[in-house]
Nanobody
Framework: QVQLVESGGDLVQAGGSLRLSCAAS????????MGWYRQAPGKQRELVASMSSGGGTNYAESVKGRFTISRDNAKNTMHLQMNSLKPEDTAVYYC????????WGQGTQVTVSS
């Protein structure tokens, strides 16, 4: 069983920065994709950024140039550096891992005030 634990969510003013972290534990296949999704009230969950174990990345258009995803495969950790935050970035952010199955964390709240 794989567990994902997020941290780093907070209340921040527009233009500020936050760094989210996700720690994965359990039996994880070395070939995997980790990613961040977010869900705002009344909206569907959407991909923010993902990164494969090989280093390939994918970003939502809305965060390109502002957010950076990174991971440490040896430690099974992943981070999301979020800069120039906007009120529309307000959401619950979820850590996701896909190997032969798919796993989700519990989420961490990010609130950006205008």
């Amino acid at each position: 069983q794989v567990q994902l634990v997020e941290s780093g969510g907070d209340l921040v003013q527009a233009g500020g920065s936050l760094r989210l972290s996700c720690a994965a534990s359990g039996s994880i296949f070395s070939n995997n994709v980790m990613g961040w999704y977010r869900q705002a009230p009344g909206k569907q969950r959407e991909l923010v950024a993902s990164m494969s174990s090989g280093g390939g990345t994918n970003y939502a258009e809305s965060v390109k140039g502002r957010f950076t995803i990174s991971r440490d495969n040896a430690k099974n950790t992943m981070h999301l550096q979020m800069n120039s935050l906007k009120p529309e970035d307000t959401a619950v952010y979820y850590c996701n891992l896909k190997d032969v199955r798919e796993y989700w964390g519990q989420g961490t709240q990010v609130t950006v005030s205008s």
